[in-house]
């Protein structure tokens, strides 16, 4: 197939691109710079330059495609509400460009929108809309797509990882660095599922291949990894305490990340490996955050 693909210059879109081209797929990825381009075009995949906030953009790249997978994200979480309703709006525009056929569009959303409530395991077949991660306007422009005829396939992802970047993980680094100490809630039992970015490339690559309209994709490895013991692993790498704190202390300590520090979310992919035949094979979260060198935290 040829693929158009947002973010592919990306933490996981750059390594979805060898993984679709070794496959047999050509790849079109979407990058807003002359430099991405050149990064693109030297991976063997074709540039397509535009943005997430020009829709015609990503419609004219979606329009040469058939199939669309969309990784792109911006991750600046100080503006997470307004950057989840942007991703509803690319969804839509990327949407419009494949209703009437049967080419697949990819989405991606997170495992949380699985889980039935707090602290219960996120399944593939739970779409949970109370949940209170904004993230959900991903999904809830999907089931419009998918209503209006487009072959709609959602990979969600927990915290993606290798010894560089950790998902949320590495902003929760950098504000243990500022503070001088790894700091969790309470005893930190509260859970992140977990995945190594090698195995999330390959199960957009599977779900690409094999997935059918509406499907749901968990790519997820360790189904929850403790705040505690990332506390801990944070604070050996950076020569720092792991520390407990109350609920009241979280917003001075952590800012902005203070509402995610509490969540539980455990995730299951027992499905998704039945499903796809998918086999996690990277190291675990642990593993990659002893692995990190933490002087690039400096």
Same mark, same amino acid.
């Given at each position: #197939?040829?693929?158009?693909?947002?973010?592919?210059?990306?933490? %996981?879109?750059?390594? %979805?691109?060898?993984?679709?081209?070794?496959?047999?797929?050509?790849?079109?990825?979407?990058?807003?710079?002359?430099?991405?381009?050149?990064?693109?075009? +030297?991976?063997?995949? @074709?540039?397509?330059?535009?943005?997430?906030?020009?829709?015609?953009?990503?419609?004219?790249?979606?329009?040469?495609?058939?199939?669309?997978?969309?990784?792109?994200?911006?991750?600046?979480?100080?503006?997470?509400?307004?950057?989840?309703?942007?991703?509803?709006?690319?969804?839509?525009?990327?949407?419009?460009?494949?209703?009437?056929?049967?080419?697949?569009?990819?989405?991606?959303?997170? @495992?949380?929108?699985?889980?039935?409530?707090?602290?219960?395991?996120?399944?593939?077949?739970?779409?949970?809309?109370?949940?209170?991660?904004?993230?959900?306007?991903? +999904?809830?422009?999907?089931?419009?797509?998918?209503?209006?005829?487009?072959?709609? $396939? @959602?990979?969600?992802?927990?915290?993606?990882?290798?010894?560089?970047?950790?998902? /949320?993980?590495?902003?929760?680094?950098?504000?243990?660095?500022?503070?001088?100490?790894?700091?969790?809630? *309470?005893?930190?039992?509260?859970?992140?599922?977990?995945?190594? $970015?090698?195995? $999330?490339?390959?199960?957009?690559?599977?779900?690409?291949?094999?997935?059918?309209?509406?499907?749901?994709?968990?790519?997820?490895? +360790?189904? *929850?990894?403790?705040?505690?013991?990332?506390?801990?692993?944070?604070?050996?790498?950076?020569?720092?305490?792991?520390?407990?704190?109350? &609920?009241?202390?979280?917003?001075?300590?952590? *800012?902005?990340?203070?509402?995610?520090?509490?969540?539980? #979310?455990?995730?299951?992919?027992?499905?998704?490996?039945?499903?796809?035949?998918?086999?996690?094979?990277? &190291?675990?979260?642990?593993?990659? /955050?002893?692995?990190?060198?933490?002087?690039?935290?400096?």
């Amino acid at each position: #197939m040829h693929v158009f693909l947002t973010g592919a210059t990306g933490f %996981i879109g750059s390594r %979805i691109v060898p993984e679709l081209l070794a496959a047999g797929h050509s790849v079109l990825g979407l990058t807003r710079s002359e430099a991405g381009a050149r990064a693109l075009a +030297e991976a063997g995949a @074709t540039p397509h330059l535009g943005t997430l906030e020009d829709p015609d953009s990503l419609r004219a790249g979606a329009a040469q495609a058939e199939a669309v997978i969309h990784c792109a994200f911006d991750h600046d979480f100080s503006r997470f509400v307004d950057n989840c309703e942007k991703d509803r709006r690319v969804i839509r525009a990327l949407g419009a460009a494949l209703a009437g056929g049967d080419r697949p569009l990819l989405i991606t959303s997170g @495992t949380g929108i699985g889980a039935p409530d707090h602290g219960r395991l996120a399944t593939e077949d739970v779409f949970n809309p109370h949940h209170p991660n904004p993230r959900i306007a991903s +999904e809830e422009a999907g089931a419009e797509m998918l209503a209006a005829g487009v072959k709609v $396939v @959602t990979v969600r992802l927990p915290q993606v990882h290798n010894p560089e970047r950790q998902g /949320l993980v590495s902003p929760y680094v950098m504000i243990a660095r500022q503070k001088g100490a790894a700091g969790y809630i *309470g005893e930190g039992r509260n859970r992140w599922a977990a995945a190594h $970015v090698t195995d $999330v490339v390959r199960l957009y690559r599977l779900a690409l291949e094999q997935g059918k309209a509406g499907e749901r994709f968990h790519a997820v490895d +360790e189904e *929850g990894v403790s705040a505690r013991d990332i506390a801990e692993a944070v604070a050996a790498g950076l020569g720092a305490p792991a520390v407990s704190l109350t &609920p009241e202390q979280a917003g001075a300590h952590f *800012g902005w990340l203070a509402p995610f520090m509490g969540l539980d #979310m455990p995730a299951s992919s027992a499905w998704t490996r039945q499903r796809l035949g998918w086999r996690p094979t990277g &190291p675990g979260l642990i593993a990659d /955050l002893k692995a990190m060198d933490y002087s690039a935290f400096g």
